[in-house]
């Protein structure tokens, strides 16, 4: 939605079906697209899918539960960050990824709730192939106590973070068309609508 706001159409692509995504969807494995663009003779007409290099701007969010600190038993899940990262650097097209703090980004910026007036502090880091954007620090003094949003009901009740009302997430977050559970895997739109409007200005 964020950069749908900011001016760009948007397609998304997941591996598991998304009946509540506002715009165009296909349910597939990205690695699929990602293993097609690294090879020419491969991408047109893959099984009637677009391919990753008729896009002008790519945005990965490789799941977060092998890095986040709260994620029991993290060595569970796969690290699917590296395999992803490596597959864009094949391509001349921009990137973004996005993902929790302590993924194993090797630069990026960090943006916050707090920087875009939200209850929600929802930290994350995102790593560019085109610039870092710089002028937005967190403001947490004015924000109080956050929110916390996770997929247990809402994490547990601090001097820095409350529950909040779990169907009121999708408020919180600015995503009224999602569902709580959907928040939980989601980032505030407020982000990618601040970088699709400096990726608008590099294009």
Not at 9 to 32: H, K, L, S, T, W
Not at 90 to 118: D, H, Q, R
Request: include cysteine; charge should be negative; glycine fraction near 8%.
């Amino acid at each position: 939605m964020g950069y749908h706001r900011a001016g760009f159409e948007v397609v998304g692509v997941d591996i598991q079906p998304q009946p509540n995504y506002p715009f165009e969807f296909i349910q597939a494995d990205v690695f699929d697209f990602l293993n097609d663009a690294s090879d020419p003779d491969l991408c047109p007409g893959h099984e009637g899918r677009p391919c990753l290099n008729e896009f002008d701007v790519i945005h990965a969010s490789p799941p977060c539960q092998r890095y986040s600190k709260i994620a029991p038993d993290r060595v569970r899940y796969p690290d699917l960050y590296e395999p992803i990262r490596t597959r864009l650097s094949f391509l001349t097209t921009p990137w973004v990824i996005e993902n929790v703090i302590g993924a194993p980004y090797a630069s990026g910026f960090v943006l916050c709730g707090s920087m875009f007036n939200l209850p929600v502090r929802r930290h994350r880091n995102f790593e560019t192939s085109w610039l870092h954007l710089m002028g937005l620090r967190c403001d947490h003094a004015n924000q109080g106590r956050a929110i916390t949003i996770t997929g247990h009901g809402g994490g547990v009740e601090s001097k820095h973070s409350k529950k909040g009302v779990r169907a009121e997430w999708p408020e919180y977050m600015g995503m009224p068309w999602a569902t709580p559970k959907e928040c939980t895997q989601a980032i505030p739109p407020a982000y990618t609508e601040y970088i699709g409007k400096g990726l608008l200005c590099s294009l």
